[in-house]
């Protein structure tokens, strides 16, 4: 029998997926084709949540460090020590000398038990802001009031040209494919924008390949080329935004060649885009993670926000720039069972974590990490190593011992997906929400998150923190909904939530002016130029000789971040040298090169690549191996919005390594 269950990992898909247990008890995970996005296939990454579940690396047992190795303890002593150091601290530091590291590692809506835990304390230190999207959400905020984005259906069906920019859709988005496909099929032009090459580039009518962290410049310059030709929407912008004017005085400093010297693209490329956007829209730009990882990605976001809005992309069907769909959130009252609000916090960013643990005043005594493996993931991660090193008692929760746990006093075993229930869903993307159904029992002695926080809160005399059934956590997070929407998640799988296909239809935006701020009032109350602004200012323009490429640590093809298939052996990671590095460095396929800048060195095998920005690297982000992780290269620089790291903002050099 087959059980319908979903994936809870960070993505944009959340899949629907059916499981079947043969008598061996042996796991096969595929996709629900009654689902209308996984349509009955799964990603290696869905597939690999079941041989995880059985994995004989995963961790079954509470372990404790005993000098430099793990011995398994029970939960009872495990619980008991943790209690007292956690009594300790609060006793001594007070509620800030408590850190809890987490991020999205699971989407489970039950997961925000973790923080309930904290905030029930009273409070905590706990970690905010984002290594994955805040530059764009902001950005987004700014000029719509939030970030929407129209139905796949929608695009599918009405787009006249669709622009992926800067998401890597066959690896990251794999069910947006055939959606692609249906829109090229009934003639839309399909367009990728991209510093690497991408797979998805072998069905586009044009790629481009613009210098990392220059996208800015380039929607900027081609918006002029459609101003001085007239190729706006008039209508909308008299009617529906406020501060055009400002912006069309910026961009009179975008002439095409100093677009096109700063961006690498050319000027051919550049009208030709003005074109597509001036006069065959309507155009749905799909809009990636990638290039609002840079120092002014936040602004990069704003400027292709800009040009769409100006060449009349919004509201209207087929259009849009489908960032993230933060529509979804609506629909959950994750504060109902987290309680923050009454909690007295202390935040560290994701981003800078490390530096604010070896600087808090109050220390850090204790640590909890759940849900992240921040030792692979955080930019500059031997710094983050070390920081959470100098900590005197750390737990980690996890399923395997990441790089994170080997660095822990204790590691707990938590549940698989397969093992527990939830509902999960995605903001990045479709209004579908699934459920999260047990199919296995759970392994050895692990269990789920939130019931070792109701353990560590009886041990502590603190048992009505977590007081409750999931019965209750899952109708008050799920209130919004409505009553019965639990039973009717159990009964069908998934629902779709009641979100139009068109966002912004009726051009009313949740801006302070009602409008499309071409000129934002939030931007310039948060200390930033009012419109996108995405030319370097002086001190950027750095000469770069001794690391003469941009280094990109863009996300593996086959794993989910650091979640790698437990067999393989991984000591050496793939470099992607476009050709002509290669020929400038004589460097050959497959052997083996050293790839270095002033924090880090590799050696890695090359992999040549034809297409992709002249002057840019790639290594695989999540990798770890040879001592050391991809974010030992890149530094805790942050983008100009929100809480956003500018990891991707990274230089680098190669050499052969011969003999
Ligand atoms: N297979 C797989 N899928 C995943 C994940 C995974 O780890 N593996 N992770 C999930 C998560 S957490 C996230 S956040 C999403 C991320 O999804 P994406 O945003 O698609 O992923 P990224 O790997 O960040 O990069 C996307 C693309 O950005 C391009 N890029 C980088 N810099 C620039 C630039 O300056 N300009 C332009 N135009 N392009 C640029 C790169 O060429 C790359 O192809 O994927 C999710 N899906
Ligand atoms: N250089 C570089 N750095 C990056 C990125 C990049 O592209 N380049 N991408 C960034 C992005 S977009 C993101 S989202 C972050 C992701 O960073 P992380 O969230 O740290 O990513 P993962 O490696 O997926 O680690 C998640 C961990 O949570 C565990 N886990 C899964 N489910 C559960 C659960 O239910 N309970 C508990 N306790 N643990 C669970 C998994 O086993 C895994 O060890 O990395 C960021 N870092
Ligand atoms: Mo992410």
């Not at 009934?186 to 090459?197: M, N």
């Not at 994750?334 to 994701?350: L, N, P, Q």
């Not at 209750?472 to 929407?485: I, N, R, S, T, V």
């Not at 310039?524 to 996108?532: E, I, L, N, T, Y």
């Amino acid at each position: 029998m087959k059980v319908k269950t979903a994936c809870p990992i960070d993505c944009y898909d959340g899949c629907s997926v059916l499981v079947s247990v043969d008598e061996r008890g042996h796991i096969t995970m595929e996709g629900n084709p009654d689902h209308p996005i996984t349509k009955g296939t799964l990603c290696n990454r869905g597939r690999q949540l079941a041989v995880r579940r059985d994995s004989p690396q995963r961790i079954l047992h509470p372990l404790k460090r005993i000098g430099d190795r793990f011995v398994q303890i029970s939960w009872e002593q495990a619980i008991a020590e943790i209690g007292q150091a956690l009594q300790k601290t609060l006793d001594s530091v007070g509620n800030h000398g408590v850190l809890h590291i987490f991020d999205w590692g699971s989407g489970g809506v039950l997961k925000n038990l973790n923080q309930r835990f904290f905030y029930g304390l009273g409070g905590c230190t706990e970690t905010v802001g984002s290594l994955c999207w805040d530059a764009g959400l902001e950005a987004q905020t700014y000029d719509f009031g939030r970030a929407d984005s129209h139905s796949p259906d929608d695009m599918a069906n009405s787009a006249n040209a669709v622009v992926v920019w800067g998401r890597n859709v066959a690896n990251t988005n794999v069910h947006m494919m055939p959606y692609i496909k249906q829109a090229q099929q009934r003639g839309a032009k399909l367009v990728v924008i991209s510093t690497l090459e991408q797979d998805l580039g072998r069905r586009a009518d044009r790629c481009i390949y613009p210098r990392p962290g220059s996208d800015g410049i380039l929607a900027l310059g081609i918006l002029r080329i459609c101003r001085d030709h007239g190729w706006i929407d008039k209508a909308f912008i008299d009617q529906f935004s406020v501060g055009w004017d400002e912006l069309s005085q910026e961009l009179d400093a975008y002439s095409v060649d100093l677009v096109a010297s700063l961006t690498d693209v050319s000027p051919d490329d550049i009208h030709w885009l003005a074109d597509l956007y001036g006069n065959q829209g309507p155009v749905a730009t799909l809009l990636g993670l990638g290039m609002q990882r840079y120092s002014r990605g936040g602004n990069t976001v704003r400027a292709i926000d800009a040009l769409a809005a100006a060449t009349g992309q919004i509201g209207v069907p087929g259009g849009g720039v489908n960032y993230a769909q933060r529509q979804v959130g609506r629909f959950f009252d994750e504060e109902s069972i987290m309680g923050r609000k009454s909690a007295d916090v202390r935040t560290f960013e994701r981003t800078t974590q490390a530096a604010e643990i070896l600087a808090a005043d109050p220390p850090i005594r204790i640590a909890f990490v759940t849900r992240t493996n921040p030792a692979v993931q955080v930019p500059d991660s031997q710094t983050f190593r070390k920081a959470f090193a100098s900590i005197g008692c750390k737990v980690v929760i996890d399923t395997f011992l990441t790089k994170t746990a080997e660095l822990a006093d204790y590691v707990l075993p938590c549940t698989n997906v397969l093992e527990e229930e939830d509902v999960t869903y995605t903001t990045m993307w479709h209004p579908y929400v699934s459920y999260i159904r047990p199919v296995v029992p759970p392994k050895g002695e692990a269990k789920p998150d939130w019931q070792i926080f109701r353990d560590l809160a009886g041990e502590i005399g603190r048992a009505e923190i977590m007081a409750g059934t999931v019965d209750e956590w899952l109708d008050a997070a799920l209130a919004p909904f409505g009553k019965a929407a639990i039973d009717e998640l159990r009964e069908t799988g998934f629902i779709r939530l009641p979100i139009e296909d068109v966002p912004w239809a009726r051009r009313v935006f949740l801006t302070p002016s009602g409008k499309f701020e071409f000129s934002s009032e939030w931007a310039k109350r948060d200390g930033h130029s009012p419109v996108a602004r995405c030319l370097p200012e002086g001190a950027d323009v750095e000469s770069h000789v001794e690391y003469p490429y941009a280094l990109l640590t863009t996300h593996p093809r086959k794993m989910q971040n650091s979640q790698r298939d437990t067999e393989r052996n991984l000591d050496t990671p793939t470099v992607e040298v476009p050709q002509s590095i290669a020929e400038q460095k004589g460097l050959a396929e497959g052997a083996l090169a050293r790839v270095f800048n002033d924090r880090a060195s590799v050696v890695a095998r090359i992999v040549i690549r034809p297409g992709g920005h002249a002057g840019t690297l790639r290594l695989e982000a999540g990798w770890y191996g040879q001592g050391m992780t991809t974010n030992d290269f890149t530094t805790a620089s942050k983008a100009d919005f929100g809480s956003q790291s500018a990891q991707y903002e990274c230089r680098c050099n190669i050499e052969s390594i011969t003999g």
